[in-house]
């Protein structure tokens, strides 16, 4: 087959805009599911296929799109993530030339895009692995929303990232919401989950936040109770180092939406073996 990094040897050019227009019309074509818009969703496949990534041993990260197989596809991490992966599947059949590595981080980058956030920077070269062909990830490796600083840190350090880009990556809790029958969590982070913005800081830092009284597990609420927060949402607002970034990004917009998009395009790029002389950013696809 074609190498679709290269356009392969003949005429055959991988047309990934026409990729993009797919996922796009997808997004809102469920109106009764969660919020209207699987945007969030496919954000969160694509951070959890990328965020496995173990820098010290180059293992895990995108490349391969092992969440299609056990036990990674059934870790509680995971939980919900095959809604985001069947969503994809008639995509895949249509352009059964992208991996699917490159067609879950690429629905990501797009809906981020789409849901009015800013262009992510993103190249094709994952190639999907066959079962036999790798050592399955441990559990283990995606955070744990009812923990500390210390292990938000210990989480993202592994993959390579620094404080800014962790709070940075945070701001994507804007998406989408926390659903009980999948984290055991419950509720959104804002009053606008399927729009892409900073909502998320200027709720962490001008809301009031209170442990939310209820037989399920810690998580912080508002006056209004309908709005929530994870522990490791609340640690990044009294942790003295992470705290600096959450103030810039509530006041500047456009200082976070330039820093997500790069350690988001980071973050899907981890581990991934591009072909020499690849490079990160493509351009905005025209509109
Ligand atoms: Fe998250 N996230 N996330 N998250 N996440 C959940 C939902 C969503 C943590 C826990 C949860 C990131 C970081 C962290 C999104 C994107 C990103 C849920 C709820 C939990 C729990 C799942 C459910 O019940 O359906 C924790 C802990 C962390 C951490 O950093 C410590 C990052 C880095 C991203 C990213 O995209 C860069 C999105 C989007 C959602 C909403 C999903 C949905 O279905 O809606």
Known sequence: PPNPSTGGKGEFKPDYDAVRKVVEELLESNEDYDDGSYGPVLVRLAWHTSGTYDKNTNTGGSNGATMRFLPESAWGANAGLGDARDLLEPVKQKFPWISY????TLAGATAVEAMGGP????RPGRSDYALDQFVANPDGRLPDGDKDAKHVRDIFYRMGFNDQEIVALSGAHTLGRCHADRSGFVGPWT???TT???LYFQELTENKWRKKKWNGP???EDKSGQLMMLNTDMALLWDKKFKPYVMQYAKDEEAFF???AAAFSKLMELGVPFPEGSVAATP???K
């Open 218 to 220: 810690l998580q912080y």
């Open 119 to 122: 262009h992510v920077p993103w």
């Open 284 to 286: 905005a696809p025209q």
């Open 258 to 260: 330039k820093d997500f």
């Open 101 to 104: 590595s490159d067609l879950w």
């Open 196 to 198: 892409f913005s900073n």
């Open 191 to 193: 009053n606008a989950p």
